[in-house]
Each structure stands twice: as structure tokens, then as C-alpha cells.
């Protein structure tokens, strides 16, 4: 046993020794929100969307022709030149409409991602707190025992006990310096998944941030949800659906063409005004052309108008499957909340100074011959499972209050 714990202490060391990053809190989220993989996506999509939205008046190429040779008269030299553009009504307004839809849902996407990133930032600080605080109980725990040991040694040694006494004491602290080695493998555990949340070469640790208990005021409402941008991304995906329902729409409309011509009718006499001149080269007929492109096969155009419908039935089912899903697991953590809470005053109340007084009665009755090494064990391991549940309830309270800040988008 002892020659795990000093190779397991030796590799911490080890690791622990490597370069570290020092952060607070508000450090580890700063940096998490620039540095994070998938914040950066969020935000290439972002700006990739925005430029997109320059695409809204999009019109198609422009068709410029030429016709040259002998199309008018025997004159092999004519030629005439035609500009057109066809303008679909998808460019008046509902192709601009989706693109804002789009920019819109990429930017409440990022928003729910960075919310979704802050929240396991600070679930993984306050875990590390929670380990640092029970590293020093581990400690305290130690001390205990290491004194216990020595008592029970010299106990031992003057034949006041026996070796069932110093057997169980020995046991006692070794297993307290394992529980210490797995708490620093723990530790640095997590601080790994920091490391990866924020992106860095460095293995950081969290300074500052104590495990105290998190200041709650806001008052538990179902409607904060409303506030949570997953819930604000998915129902802007609606509205996506929507605007693709009314491009798809617009495609299903006439295509209005617009053309401009100059040409060239050599030999062709004059008979307008009567002067009965002769076009040469140099004169140049003008005119221009308006057009419909009606589309006389309507199925296609139909079946696509149709899947988006049901693409946007799809949408608002998503969403409302998800907001009730939302509000169930809000409510859900107002209850776990409301337990922690309950169970965390009893701790500060009432099991905490009892703990100490058990402690405090157990180790001054043992040094003056009261009790045996039996009450005095169990006197210890009983005031010390008090502390350790209050720790793993302070705990559990601040995840709680995490964890419904996180559901209403409180950053």
C-alpha cells in the first residue's frame, strides 16, 4: 500500500511539475469563449452567413448576343446586338428575408454554444473546488490519524495496547493517504477537461475560487427559459422554415425578362417619312423587349412547396418538443435545487457543530483513557463523513444553481 501511494504521489508530482496556467474564474470563461473549436465554428458560420445576405437581390447572369451576316437583306454585313435579364421574383424581398433568418439563427446558434461552454466551465471549477476542499479535509483526516498512529506505536510499544490497536491505526492512515493520492489523480482530472474546454497547451489551474456557496437571488421562474438561447435558436429555426416556404413560393411565379436591342438593316429604305433614303452601316434601329417566363409545369414546383410546409410543420413540432423538454428539466432542477437547499441548512444548522463537538469529545476523552481506540474510530469516522457530506452538499447546491443559470442563459 504505501509503495503504491509514494509511485502514484511520485507521478503527480511529476505531471503536477510540468508548466501550469493560473486562472480565475472569469479568466477560464474569457478565454474558453476565445479560444474553444467549436465557438470558433459558430463563428465562421456567422460571418459566413452575413455574407451571404449580400445575395439577396441575386439575379441571374445577363445575356448579351450577336447576330452578324445576312439575316435582313443581301447585305452580309448586318449585325445586331441584344442585351436581356431575366429578373425571378425570388428577388423581391423573400430571398432577402431567408438570408436574415439565416444570419439571425447562425448568431443564436453561437449565442447557445457559448452558453453551453460557460456553463461546463464553471461546472468543472466548481468541481475542482469541490476537490481542493476535500483535499484539506483528507489532510485534516491525516493528521488525525498519523496522531492516532503514534499513540497507538507507543501504546504498543509500553504494552498499554495491543497489536490489533496499532494494526488498525496503521490501516487507518494508509488508507487516508490513498484516498489523498486518488483525490490529486481526481484533480488533475479535471483539470484536464479545463485544458480542453479552453484550449490550451497548458495544464491550467483555477486560483480564487473557493467552495463557497454560490449566491442565488434571482427568483426560480418557468419563463426564464425563454431567455435561454437554444430555446431562442430553435424557434428562429421556424421562422428559417417559413421564409424557405415563401422563396420556394416565388420560384413558382413568372420570371420577368427584360431585353434591349441596336441593329443594323442595311438596304432598307425609308418609306416612313417618304424621303426614301437608304440605310447604310452607320444607322442603328433600337428597341427593347418585355417578357414573362410563366411556368407551364406546376408539379415540380409543387411538390417543393409542399416539403417545405412540411419542413416548417417539422420546425414548430422541434420546437415545441423542445421547450417542453426545456421546461421539464428546469423544473427538475428547481426541485434539486430546492433539496440541496434544504439539505445544505441542516449541514450549517445542525450537523456541522455537532461533527466538531464529536470530534472534539472523541479525541480529548481517548487522550484521558475514557473511551478505547473502537469508540474513538468510530467517534472520528463519524464526525469526518459529517464534513464530507456537507462538502459534497455545498457542492451539489452550486451545480444546482449552475445548472438553472445555464437553462435560463444566464452567463
Known amino acids: 500500500m504505501k509503495k503504491y501511494f509514494l509511485v502514484t504521489l511520485f507521478l503527480l508530482i511529476t505531471f503536477l511539475g510540468r508548466s501550469q496556467q493560473l486562472l480565475t474564474l472569469e479568466q477560464a470563461i474569457e478565454t474558453a469563449l476565445k479560444n474553444n473549436g467549436s465557438v470558433r465554428t459558430e463563428t465562421y458560420n456567422v460571418e459566413s452567413q452575413r455574407a451571404l445576405k449580400k445575395t439577396g437581390f441575386d439575379l441571374p447572369k445577363t445575356n448579351v448576343s450577336l447576330l452578324y451576316g445576312q439575316y435582313n437583306s443581301y447585305s452580309k454585313n448586318d449585325n445586331n446586338l441584344t442585351v436581356t435579364q431575366t429578373i425571378p421574383f425570388t428577388a423581391f424581398g423573400s430571398q432577402s428575408a431567408l438570408n436574415r433568418s439565416l444570419v439571425a439563427s447562425s448568431e443564436l446558434k453561437k449565442a447557445a454554444t457559448e452558453n453551453e461552454l460557460v456553463f461546463q466551465v464553471k461546472q468543472v471549477c466548481y468541481q475542482l473546488a469541490f476537490l481542493k ?39 487507518q492512515r494508509n488508507e487516508v493517504k490513498n484516498m489523498l493520492a486518488k483525490n490529486m489523480a481526481d484533480q488533475v482530472v479535471v483539470r484536464t477537461q479545463l485544458k480542453t474546454l479552453i484550449n490550451s497547451n497548458e495544464l491550467p489551474d483555477i486560483v480564487n475560487v473557493e467552495l463557497n456557496k454560490v449566491s442565488f437571488t434571482n427568483t426560480p421562474d418557468s419563463a426564464a427559459i425563454q431567455s435561454n438561447p437554444s430555446t431562442s435558436y430553435m424557434r ?92 421539464g428539466q428546469y423544473q427538475q432542477a428547481i426541485q434539486e435545487y430546492a433539496k440541496n437547499k434544504n439539505s445544505l441548512y441542516y449541514y450549517t444548522t445542525s450537523a456541522l457543530p455537532n461533527a466538531e463537538l464529536i470530534l472534539k469529545q472523541s479525541q480529548t476523552a481517548f487522550k484521558n483513557g475514557e473511551i478505547g481506540y473502537a469508540e474513538y474510530l468510530l467517534g472520528v469516522q463519524k464526525a469526518i463523513a459529517i464534513k464530507e457530506g456537507h462538502l459534497q452538499t455545498l457542492n451539489d447546491y452550486n451545480q444546482s444553481i449552475i445548472y438553472i443559470e445555464f437553462l435560463s442563459g444566464n452567463k
Open 236 to 327: 428562429q429555426q421556424v421562422q428559417v422554415a417559413k421564409d424557405v416556404k415563401k422563396v420556394e413560393s416565388a420560384k413558382a411565379a413568372p420570371e420577368i425578362l427584360l431585353g434591349f436591342f441596336t441593329q443594323t438593316l442595311i438596304g432598307v429604305q425609308d418609306t416612313e417619312s417618304g424621303s426614301g433614303a437608304i440605310a447604310t452601316s452607320s444607322d442603328r434601329f433600337t428597341g427593347f423587349q418585355v417578357g414573362l417566363a410563366i411556368p407551364v409545369w406546376f408539379v415540380p414546383h409543387q411538390g417543393r412547396v409542399r416539403a417545405a410546409e412540411y419542413n416548417r410543420q417539422s420546425a414548430e413540432s422541434n420546437y415545441q418538443y423542445y421547450y417542453k423538454t426545456l421546461q
Open 133 to 171: 476542499a476535500k483535499h484539506k479535509l483528507l489532510q485534516q483526516q491525516d493528521s488525525i490519524y498519523e496522531g492516532f498512529l503514534k499513540a497507538a506505536s507507543l501504546r504498543y510499544k509500553t504494552g498499554e495496547a495491543n497489536l490489533l490497536e496499532q494494526t488498525t491505526a496503521e490501516s
